[in-house]
């Protein structure tokens, strides 16, 4: 009978352990996909009516695969870049759309290659710009909650392997 309850405290400090130890691993790249919409004088939206200066924040994870689907809603050309050096130009190693769209869709694609806030831009409109925000591949991404259960769980295992220890601890001292 001490050898059963003495496996028993053993599992359950072992799963206590493993529980409050782990943690929300960063993801691996994934396939991320983005529509906006752009006007030279209203910005950048995820839809025609949303479209708003500075336009809306973009956030992927470094090594992510990203698909921007662009919509130009005017007679105007546009392009799309990040700005890694927020110069406003569009440099060699800045992920640049190739070619010019206007009044048009296009689909268009790019790996997240750097950490870290960058603006995207329109080389030819200033108005025309948001923030893209690249996360470390080996950081945790920003939290949306949805990670808030795992830590509950870890804390309430941890708990239970303790007092399952205390108990057992208390009845052993209680026996002559």
Known sequence: MAHTRMRLVAAA????????VSGARPAAAEERAFTLYGASALGWGFTNATMTIPGPALVVTEGDNVTLTLNGTDADNHNWFIDYDNDTNVDADEPATQGNFRAEQIVWNFTADRAGMFAYRCRFHAAMWGNITIVAANATPPSDGSGSLLVVGAV???LVAVLAVATLLMRKKKQP
């Open 13 to 20: 400090l072992v799963l206590g352990l493993a529980l409050s």
């Open 156 to 158: 309430a295992g941890g």
